[in-house]
Structure formats: C-alpha cells, structure tokens
C-alpha cells in the first residue's frame, strides 16, 4: 500500500499540468498519458536553445529529390516487417534532415554520398538512383553494405552506406516505434527491487544475503530516516 | 527574478549558488543575515514544466538528446559545458585544460553524479604519508562533525564498512546490484578487488515532507522534479526562501570583481547583468566567493585596486597556482552471457549501484595516490548514437559486418546491454606549476579579462592511469567479458583523460597557515583580508580521489558557522 501511496504522491502536486499517471495499483505498470497541445511541447530549452531549434527548423537542407534518397535508403535499411513499421513510418528521414543542420560536418558526406550513388547508377544503368529499378538499387547496395567484403574502387560508398545506416538505427531507435521494438521498459516512475528471480536463475546468479540485507526495503521507503548516535538507521 | 539595482546593503554576499555557495547562503541566512546570491545564469527549477527534461522521451528532442547544443546532450541539466558562447578561455604554452562551467542557479549540482564521498583521514596529510605536496590546515576530525550534518541534512545512501580511509556515515540505504553490477561482483571478488554499495545523494528514504523519494528512472543529470536528488538549488535555496529567510537571488549575474575600501575591506562586488549588459554594485560586510575554484581566482585577479596591485588576496601570489582535476581514464567490455537479454525496467537511480574504493598500498606501487573504479552498463534508454556501427561487434561474436534489414534489429538486440564499463577516477598531486591566471589580452562578452590555462600532468598521474587499465583487464577477465580497444600505451598517456575532463577541479585559492604559502586560512577566510571568504573547491589542498561534492559543503557549512560567529563577536 505504502508503494502505492508514494506513486500517487510522486504526481500529486509535483507536475504541474503535463503528466499524469494512472492505474498505479501494485504489480502494475504505471500508464503515462502525456497531455501536451501543440502549442506548449518544452523539453527543457533555455531561450537561446529554443532560438536555435527553430532556426534549424525553417531551413531546408535536402533537396526533394535527395530527400526521396534518404528515404529509399532508410527503408532499404530498416524496411517494414510482420509488426513492425519501417524507417520512414518512424519518421528517420526528417530526423536526418534536422540533424544534418544540427551538425554541419554530416551535411558534405551526406550530400557528397547521395551524388556519388547517383553516379554510380548513371555510369552502370544510365538512371539516377532514385529512378533505378528496386532490384538495381539493391545491386548497389548490396556492393557497398558490407565493409570486410566492398571491392576497394566502392569504398567511398562503403563510408557513404555506414553513415547512412547509423543515422537510420540511431534515428529509428529513438523513435517511439524502434523504442518499442528494442523492449526497452523504463522512463517511468518505478521502484527497483532487484533482478526479477528467473533473470538471475537464466544468468546462474543470485544475491550475496548479507548484501541485500542492508539494501532498501521498498515498503519502508516513506518512513522518514532516522538514525542512532552511531549512524545506525532505526526508521 | 528581476535584476534592480539597489541600495540596500546586505549582511554577506554570496557570489555562486553551487554547492558551496548554496550552502553558505542557507546558514548565513537562517541565522538571520541578510543574504544575497549572484549567480552568473537564470534561475532553473526541475519542477518547472519549462526547465524540465525528466522523463521526456527522446523524440522529443528534434536532435534526439544529441550533445550539440549540451556537453552531455538535450536532456543533462548543465547550461554551459566546456565551451560557452561569448565566455572563452586561453591556454599557455601548448598546455591542455577544458574548464567545464554550468551557467545556472545551483550550477553543476544539478546535473553531477551525487557521488558523495567523505575525504578520510589521510586524504588530509597526504604529504605526512608519501612526502609529496601539503597537509591540509586541518584534519579529518575538523570536518567530520560537518559531514554528519551533510550526511542528515541532504541524504546520502551507502553502507557501513569500516573501511580504511572510507569513513562511514549517516547512511540511507543502499539499492539492490542490476545484472550487470551483480558481473561486476563477480569479476572483482575473483579478481581479488572489493565491491561496496555506491554512496550517492539520492533520497533511497524519505529525509523531510518537503522532498520526495527515489522513482528510479535513472536520470539524476536531468535533475529530479521530486528533489530526491542533491541539487543546490531544489535542497538548499529554495527551501531556506520557502522558509522565509532573507535570501535574495540575483540571476544572470556575472561578477566581474570584489570591491574593496582604502582599508583594504571587502566592501561588496560589482557585476555585469547579461539581460541589460551594464554594470552593477551590491554592497554588503561580508563577501563570500563560491563561484567554482576557477571563477572564484579569475574574480580575485580581476579585482585589482592600487592596494591589490596583484589581484585581491594575492599577497602569495598563489591565487590561480596548484590548479588540480581528478584523473580519469575508462574501459568498456562485452559480457557474451548479456546477449539477447530478456528486456525489463532496470533503470535504477541516476548512477552506479556499487563501486570499489581505492584498496592497494601506494607504499608498494610505482604511482603515489589512489583511485577509485566507477561502473556503468545496462539496458539504458537510447539517444542519438545508439545503434551506431551496431553489427561491428559481429567480427569479434559471430556474424557479418554491415548489411541491411531485419538483421540490423537482430543485431541491435543482441549486443544491447551486455556492455559493461569502469571508469577511474584518481587524485593526482597538486603541483604549483598548474595554474590558472588572467590572459593579459583577452576578454569575454562582458569585457571581463578571462583565465588563460597552463596545466601538465606528471608521471604521477600517468602511471596511475597505466594501472587503472591493467585493473579493468584483470576484472573483466575474470567475469568473462571481452575486453574492448587495445590497452591505450605510453603515446596516449595511458589513456588518462585530459585535464578538466573530470570536472573536479580544485586548488585555486588553497587553504593553509602559512600566508606566504595560500591564500585562505583554515575557516576560508582570505589571509589578507578578513571579511572575505571562499567556499568552493578553490581550498583544497588536494582532491583525494574523491568527488569534491560533500567536502565542499561540509567545509562551506564549518566557514558559515564561523562566518556568524565573527559577526556576533564583531571581529569582521
């Protein structure tokens, strides 16, 4: 009951508009609802951050048509499967436009790397790589995708290819899609209590007594500390 | 809070709000003294839905918590970094130093570690035991009462070890070991090196009704909205206002010197206010410096009158000398038996569930001072860089390099959580030929001359360095992990970090006896001027290798008392 009390605690009067949790009952995970208007989406920017954010975002990097690139790539990357949606459903391709402003030195490897595909497919297919067929496409790709085995005349693309693909992983594993697919289960409000018991049986291990003995117990956790004369807690 | 020039004139000011400087402007004022607080940035409470980053997801950073506007990324709860737009600093003689300063109320303790060591007994007469820099004025007794009282007032979790030169102290307690810190335990107890429950200034208990308890999401750099993390600022500003006292707090406030009268006094500072860019004076009977060990040199040096010729309290020529950072150096390791893992909440607090304190003789080794082992890993949230070159690790486990499609999500999930790092984090030895000191041509934005830098390592440090990675190989081989990078040699400083880059820079206005020898005496009272003080990491005669954090408040909280002590006796 004491967990319960202090989840409801944690929300009452402490945030302000903007977060608000439910259905806190004990063994359940806490649900998080986020009530946000357009209007009023801050991540915690100071005024000169906030300047530069919308700075970046009324440029434009890419050209349409290096866009349509970006695209094609992060979906050969990261494609769509069973139940799970593609890159571009994540939306990596505007993540890369925006960070390709936030950090210029991405801007000529990106830019340089899109017209050397197009040079490329110009050279082998007389069409730029946006126009290739699919199966045209992939014949590049599958030259330049993997470092230990690219022919040394490809290993501009190869460079190009790596950087494409991490800005895809990075982009779609950041997404609120790819955190989801990648399982991870934090960012709330919680009370660690230990490795659950069949992760320590799967990994052989288990906790030293004398150890967790001295740890936190979670319903004692409100209880206000109070120590003896010799720093001992008695609360 | 707006900026007025104005004509009161207060009992102590306080230049700073970080650790030292939120200290001493709660117990100056609760005792009754009209107390201003001059910080150099804006006023940032976690708990205000503008300032906060708590719990925000990565997407909702358009850069995805990338580090290019933020040293540590979107998210760190640090306004500043190594570098700050219109506030350079020099370097001397092809010397490296990166000062790290964080322009906010509460400074850097809103986004550090909460690693909250008490310095022990030897960590005060370093020089009685390997003959090398200076004893402390003081000694471990001076400072332990203060400590007690930190440990109660703030909170700290940890464990009652008796271990040597580990003091214990009033402990909350400690939470349980994740999986890969149960590694870790395994690693080190074969390895012969001992693992203790970490001691951060995280609220595992409740302490008060004012702040909350630990949620564990991880994010103590963040900042926490329920205060269940020190920060100067949420623990020690804000509550003595909320009580009260006469506190005022000047923001976006840059001082750029210490006033002084013909009697060579302390009469109050002068100031540049960064939203109207003109010149300000606060006067007061006591001056109290807290803006970090270097802002609080550079002030002194720029404070020069025709009594001051060298700066104020300078008569040593000390100010800015036996500048000092903890040494550093980290390594990462792959655990074979943490791939695929079975995913699940383990977010834990904001830091380290367990650590090694420093454990061997210096008597038998080849470097003079200890260090201590940081442990990171774990099924952390993602942010920009995450998934990068995530099938390399193929060449080493099996698989291809490179490639596309559903093996990518195959490969990412593999390796996610089963790194394991440490990190050393050393005391190095002060050396008088490491400084801080006003670069004769250049000023900032607000035309205030700034620092110019000359910092050297010595063997010391490196040799220390070279050990720390021969101590992470022997951990991680005995977990059974893989150990990543080659062992970094003589070329790369044994892979120490560069000055700075521990952000736990100290000895700029050090304390001591002697006046020809430092620059405070052992309450941070300036030997040359009685009514001015320093209580940040500026005294420190040497840093241990511990974080500075809680010595500083416990030092700042001993100065207050005796601050008030001196008011009632009117000697200052």
């Not at chain 1, 004398?210 to 807690?233: H, S």
């Not at chain 2, 949620?215 to 909320?242: I, W």
Request: charged share 25%; aromatic share 10%.
């Amino acid at each position: 009951m004491r967990r319960r009390d202090s989840l409801k605690s944690l929300l009452v009067g402490s945030v302000a508009g903007g977060l608000v949790l439910k259905g806190c009952s004990p063994g359940e995970q806490p649900q998080q609802e986020q009530e946000q208007t357009a209007a009023v989406q801050h991540y915690g920017r100071t005024p000169e951050e906030k300047l530069r954010d919308e700075k970046l975002m009324s440029e434009q990097f890419f050209t349409e048509e290096e866009l349509a690139t970006v695209a094609i790539l992060c979906d050969i990357i990261l494609p769509a499967e069973a139940d799970l949606g593609s890159a571009t459903d994540a939306g990596v391709p505007d993540f890369i436009e925006f960070i390709a402003k936030d950090m210029p030195n991405h801007q000529l490897p990106l830019r340089g790397g899109i017209m050397w595909l197009n040079n490329q497919t110009n050279e082998r297919f007389n069409l730029d790589f946006n126009k290739c067929a699919e199966q045209q496409q992939i014949e590049l790709i599958d030259e330049i995708a993997y470092p230990d085995q690219a022919p040394e005349n490809l290993k501009h693309g190869v460079v190009f290819f790596s950087l494409m693909r991490n800005l895809t992983l990075t982009g779609y594993y950041t997404s609120e899609m790819g955190i989801k697919d990648l399982g991870y289960k934090g960012n709330q409000p919680n009370v660690w209590d230990g490795v659950p018991q069949e992760v320590l049986d799967e990994h052989g291990l288990s906790y030293d007594p004398e150890w967790i003995a001295r740890c936190v117990d979670q319903d004692k956790r409100n209880d206000t500390a109070e120590w003896d004369a010799d720093g001992n807690l008695i609360t | 809070m707006q900026i007025i020039e104005t004509p009161e004139t207060f009992d102590v000011i306080v230049v700073g709000s970080g650790a030292g400087g939120g200290m001493a402007s709660k117990i100056l004022a609760e005792s009754g003294l009209n107390v201003a607080v001059v910080e150099a940035g804006p006023t940032f409470d976690p708990k205000n839905e503008e300032h906060r980053t708590q719990l925000k997801w990565p997407w909702e950073s358009p850069r995805r918590g990338a580090n290019s506007m933020r040293a540590f990324g979107d998210f760190d709860s640090a306004y500043g970094g190594w570098e700050i737009d219109g506030e350079p600093y020099t370097r001397k003689d092809g010397t490296e130093f990166d000062w790290f300063r964080s322009r906010m109320l509460g400074g850097r303790t809103n986004h550090w570690g909460r690693i909250s060591l008490r310095f022990g007994p030897k960590d005060f007469k370093r020089r009685d035991i390997d003959g090398l820099g200076d004893n402390w004025p003081i000694s471990y007794q001076d400072v332990a009462p203060y400590y007690d009282k930190v440990d109660k007032l703030i909170g700290v979790f940890g464990t009652k070890e008796n271990f040597d030169n580990e003091p214990n102290g009033y402990f909350l307690p400690p939470p349980k070991p994740r999986l890969h810190e149960l590694y870790y335990i395994k690693g080190a107890t074969k390895a012969g090196i001992p693992v203790i429950p970490s001691r951060l200034s995280i609220l595992t208990k409740r302490i008060n009704q004012e702040r909350g308890t630990c949620f564990y999401c991880r994010q103590c750099s963040r900042a926490c909205m329920q205060y269940a993390d020190f920060s100067a600022g949420t623990c020690l500003v804000f509550p003595t206002q909320r009580a009260g006292h006469s506190l005022k707090v000047f923001t976006n406030a840059m001082v750029r010197e210490v006033l002084t009268n013909d009697e060579g006094k302390a009469t109050g500072v002068s100031y540049i206010s960064k939203d109207d860019r003109k010149e300000y004076s606060i006067r007061a009977k006591v001056v109290v410096l807290a803006a970090s060990a270097c802002s609080s040199a550079r002030i002194l040096l720029n404070s020069k009158s025709s009594r001051f010729s060298n700066g104020l309290a300078n008569g040593s020529g000390m100010v800015g000398k036996y500048l000092h950072d903890s040494t550093g150096a980290s390594r990462g390791a792959i655990v074979p038996e943490l791939f695929n893992r079975k995913t699940y909440n383990e977010d834990g607090v904001g830091g380290m569930h367990v650590y090694t304190p420093w454990w061997l003789d210096n008597k038998k080794l080849d470097f003079p001072r200890g260090y201590h082992l940081e442990i990171w890993g774990g099924m952390g949230m993602p942010s920009y860089g995450f998934g990068f070159n995530a099938s390399d690790l193929n060449s080493q486990f099996g698989g291809t390099v490179g490639g596309y499609g559903s093996k990518l999500r195959e490969d990412v999930k593999k390796y996610y959580g089963a790194m394991i790092g440490i990190s050393g984090r050393g005391e190095s030895v002060a050396q008088e030929s490491n400084y801080c000191e006003i670069d004769p041509e250049k000023v900032d934005q607000y035309g205030i001359p700034v620092l110019r830098f000359h910092y050297k390592w010595t063997d010391y440090e490196r040799d220390q360095a070279k050990h720390m990675h021969q101590t992470f190989e022997q951990i991680f081989e005995a977990m059974g992990a893989k150990v990543l990078g080659d062992t970094p040699g003589k070329d790369k400083d044994y892979g120490l970090a560069a000055p700075g880059r521990i952000i736990h820079e100290v000895g700029t206005t050090r304390m001591g006896d002697d006046p020809s020898k430092s620059v405070v005496n052992k309450y941070l009272q300036a030997h040359e001027v009685d009514n001015l003080f320093v209580v940040d990491g500026g005294p420190f005669v040497s840093q241990a290798d511990k974080n500075p954090t809680w010595t500083i408040m416990a030092l700042s909280w001993r100065t207050s008392e005796y601050i008030i002590d001196q008011l009632k006796k009117q000697n200052i």
